[in-house]
C-alpha cells in the first residue's frame, strides 16, 4: 500500500467517527499489560526479524538507537498489513544507559549478574523509544523518553536469589522495576515509571487522545 492511501485510511477512520485500530509490535506481556490497564484496546503482531541481539548500535546515540529500533519493529508489522482500515502499529524498545554504555537485555545468567552490580549504589538512564506507524508505513509519531533510576546496595545473597528466580530474562537491564520495589530493592526514581518497566503511558496518553484512541484511563 502507498503512503497516500495508508494516509487516506486513516482520514477516512476519522471522517467516520471510527477509533483506528492498534497494533502492538511487541511480544513483551508487560506492554500489553500496560495498554490494558489504560483501557486501551490493541492487538498484537509479532516482527519476527527484527532481533535486538543481532544489532548494534556502533556509533549512534541511545536515543537514536532506541528510537531507530522502535521503529524497525512498527515498519516490519506495518509492511505486512494491507487492510486499508487506517490502522496504527506501535513498536516500542526500552534501554538502559550508564556511562554512556548502551545496556538491553542480557543474554545469559552472567550477563544479569555483571548488570545488576553495574547499577547497585550508582544511578542510570532508562530510555523507551516509541514509533506509531500507520498504513503504507506512514510515520505518525516517533519520540523517546527517559526515566532515571538510583539503586541502592544490594546484598549478594539478593542478587543471588533473583538470578536464580530467572525472571531477569527478556527484560532491558535485567530487571522490571515494579516487581524490584515489591520485592523491596532499594529503589528510587524521576520520571515515567512506566517509561522504566517499557511503554511510557504519560507521553503516549496525550497521543492516543488525539489519535482517537481513548482508554478508561
Known amino acids: 500500500m502507498s503512503e497516500d492511501a495508508g494516509r487516506a485510511g486513516i482520514a477516512e477512520n476519522d471522517a467516520a467517527g471510527l477509533p483506528p485500530r492498534l497494533i502492538l509490535a511487541s511480544r513483551s506481556p508487560r506492554r500489553r499489560q500496560l495498554l490494558d490497564e489504560a483501557g486501551i484496546a490493541h492487538t498484537v503482531q509479532l516482527a519476527e526479524e527484527i532481533d535486538d541481539g543481532d544489532l548494534s548500535p556502533g556509533a549512534v546515540s541511545p536515543e537514536n538507537w532506541v528510537a531507530a529500533l522502535a521503529y524497525l519493529k512498527a515498519r516490519a508489522v506495518a509492511e505486512s498489513i494491507d487492510d486499508g482500515l487506517g490502522s496504527l502499529v506501535l513498536g516500542a524498545d526500552t534501554v538502559c544507559v550508564q556511562d554512556g554504555e548502551i545496556i538491553g537485555q542480557p543474554a545469559d545468567r552472567a550477563a544479569a549478574e555483571r548488570t545488576i552490580r553495574l547499577f547497585a549504589e550508582r544511578e542510570?538512564?532508562?530510555l523507551t523509544g516509541v514509533a506509531i506507524v500507520g498504513d503504507g508505513q506512514v510515520i505518525v509519531d516517533l519520540f523517546?523518553?527517559?526515566?532515571?533510576v538510583q539503586v541502592g546496595r544490594i546484598d549478594d545473597e539478593s542478587i543471588e536469589s533473583y538470578l536464580n528466580t530467572e525472571m531477569w530474562r527478556g527484560k532491558a537491564g535485567a530487571y522490571n522495576l515494579?516487581?524490584?520495589?515489591e520485592a523491596g530493592w532499594p529503589i528510587e526514581f524521576t520520571g515515567d515509571a512506566t517509561t522504566i518497566v517499557g511503554l511510557p503511558m504519560d507521553a503516549l496518553g496525550r497521543r492516543f487522545g488525539a489519535l482517537g484512541l481513548s482508554g478508561s484511563a
Do not use: L, N, P
Open 144 to 148: 523517546v523518553d527517559r526515566a532515571r
Open 178 to 181: 515494579f516487581e524490584r520495589i
Open 124 to 126: 542510570h538512564d532508562v
